[in-house]
């Protein structure tokens, strides 16, 4: 029927999957069917939340930044109360919206975030899980962007390290890290150890 939960689930997996072939706009119509179904139905409070969060990811990629840190924001505040602070996918909500506002130049509230939950994340999800490296490599980001690239050098090294022994180095997650080491190499004048890095 139009309101199982078996239906939700699959309309929420039809938005991400469309999300993932690029076409944001289906994938937001989706998804919103999904948080709406979601709603409705006892017990899947935690769902909604989930597929709020993908929506979040989803008006992030259209460039709708403001929608996108309100729906984050809103999304994580009810995680933390639903799921707790150190449910993985609270901390994944919280790593994105962090990484939102780093992109926005909003770099004091980007570090807030990620003040809160890192030492959480390495703690529940290790290391060299992929989420806790996007947190390096943002809280990197941030550093290079406010000129303490010594700083950055030590974060991005340190996630690259640690998701190279998790992943190998040539994960995603790992090169994002490593871009951000070369920067903070090259903007430290260690131009062959950055030529190296990239």
Same mark, same amino acid.
């Given at each position: /029927?139009?309101e #199982? /939960?078996?239906?939700?689930? *699959?309309?929420?997996?039809?938005?991400?999957?469309?999300?993932?072939?690029?076409?944001?706009?289906?994938?937001?119509?989706?998804l919103?069917?999904?948080?709406?179904?979601?709603k409705?139905? %006892?017990?899947e409070? =935690?769902?909604?939340?989930?597929?709020? *969060?993908?929506?979040a990811?989803v008006?992030?990629? $259209?460039g709708?930044?403001?929608?996108?840190?309100?729906?984050? @924001?809103?999304?994580?505040e009810? $995680?933390?109360?639903?799921?707790g602070s150190e449910?993985? !996918?609270?901390? +994944?909500?919280?790593?994105?919206?962090?990484?939102?506002?780093?992109? !926005?130049?909003?770099?004091?509230?980007?570090e807030a @975030?990620?003040?809160?939950i890192?030492?959480?994340q390495?703690?529940? =999800?290790?290391?060299? #899980?992929?989420?806790?490296l996007?947190s390096?490599?943002?809280?990197?980001?941030?550093?290079?962007?406010?000129g303490?690239?010594?700083?950055?050098?030590?974060? *991005?090294t340190r996630? @690259?390290?640690?998701? *190279?022994?998790a992943?190998?180095?040539? #994960?995603?997650? @790992?090169?994002?890290? %490593?871009?951000? +080491?070369?920067?903070?190499?090259?903007?430290?004048?260690?131009?062959?150890?950055?030529i !190296? !890095?990239?």
């Open positions: /029927g139009e #199982h /939960g078996q239906t939700a689930m *699959s309309i929420h997996n039809l938005g991400v999957t469309l999300a993932q072939l690029g076409r944001y706009d289906e994938a937001e119509e989706q919103r069917r999904a948080v709406a179904l979601r409705t139905r %006892a017990g409070g =935690r769902s909604a939340l989930f597929s709020m *969060s993908y929506l990811d008006l992030r990629a $259209q709708r930044f403001d929608e996108a840190e309100a729906l984050y @924001v809103q999304t994580w009810a $995680q933390k109360t639903k799921c449910d993985g !996918e609270t901390l +994944k909500t919280a790593s994105w919206l962090a990484e939102l506002r780093s992109l !926005e130049g909003n770099f004091a509230a980007a @975030v990620l003040d809160e890192l030492d959480t390495i703690r529940v =999800r290790g290391e060299g #899980h992929p989420d806790t996007q390096f490599t943002t809280l990197a980001h941030v550093c290079n962007e406010q303490r690239f010594e700083e950055a050098l030590a974060v *991005s996630a @690259v390290k640690a998701g *190279s022994a992943l190998g180095p040539q #994960h995603p997650a @790992v090169l994002q890290a %490593a871009k951000e +080491k070369a920067r903070a190499l090259r903007s430290e004048e260690m131009i062959e150890e950055a !190296e !890095e990239r």
